[in-house]
């Protein structure tokens, strides 16, 4: 079956720019979870959807970044006014449900942003 | 919070030889889950292997095997009969069991696995 896809794969934007990344998860998957990974860095956490809500945008570093997932199953993450330091990876993943136990989260390619 | 400690940056290791990745991490949990991820040059992660807290006994895939020590609070990835399609990044993670039905992971800055032919 169709894993998780991202669109676009690579973005370059300008400085000041608004960018939209799309996540499709895996068909009947509820969780969602979206990463940013920098160069050389792990992934980190920034926000993970439980069906159409936000049920933890802990991870999101401030108020220029924002995600809606509004019928549950498309997420697409919002960046207003890039910055050269938003330049990362960004990965998303979705599992087929969230229940505190370890559920196994499948990763999209992830889309790569470049700001200049 | 918890965190994820990956200490080798790189590592080589000669085909159809076995090499060990090593993890820490630390937590005042009791239970929780810990993960290997795989990160090849596409970018894709791929889970290779699992591990529940409360389970003794050290998970295994094939040729993959984890040597879990939960008072030392480290997971560290065997690979046995290394193959050049498992040159790629490592990355360990960790979930909270805690959170409710968050299971967001904390992962650790990974190491690079050059398997030469």
């Known amino acids: 079956g169709a894993g998780v896809s991202q669109t676009p794969s690579n973005k370059v934007t300008e400085k000041g720019k608004y960018v939209e990344l799309r996540c499709d998860p895996i068909?009947?998957?509820?969780?969602l979870y979206w990463y940013r990974q920098s160069l050389g860095q792990g992934p980190e956490f920034l926000i993970y959807?439980?069906?159409?809500?936000?049920?933890?945008d802990s991870g999101l570093p401030n108020d220029r970044f924002f995600a809606v997932r509004p019928e549950g199953s498309v997420s697409t993450l919002k960046i207003q006014r890039t910055e050269r330091g938003d330049s990362a990876v960004y990965l998303c993943?979705?599992?087929?449900?969230?229940?505190?136990?370890?559920?196994?989260?499948?990763f999209g390619p992830g889309t790569r942003l470049l700001v200049l | 919070a918890q965190t994820v400690t990956q200490s080798q940056p790189e590592m080589s290791v000669q085909e159809a030889e076995t090499v060990t990745l090593s993890c820490t991490y630390d937590t005042s949990e009791n239970n929780y889950y810990l993960f290997w991820y795989k990160q090849p040059p596409s970018r894709q992660m791929i889970l290779v292997i699992r591990q529940e807290a409360y389970k003794q006994q050290n998970a295994t895939e094939n040729r993959f095997s984890v040597n879990f020590q939960k008072a030392a609070k480290s997971f560290s990835l065997k690979i046995s009969d290394s193959q050049l399609g498992d040159t790629a990044m490592y990355f360990c993670?960790?979930?909270?069991?805690?959170?409710?039905?968050?299971?967001?992971?904390?992962f650790g800055k990974g190491i690079t696995l050059s398997v030469r032919p």
């Open positions: 993670a960790f979930a909270s069991s805690t959170g409710g039905a968050n299971s967001k992971l904390t």
């Open positions: 959807f439980q069906g159409t809500g936000a049920a933890d």
């Open positions: 993943a979705s599992s087929l449900r969230a229940d505190g136990r370890g559920e196994t989260q499948y």
């Open positions: 068909s009947g998957h509820t969780a």
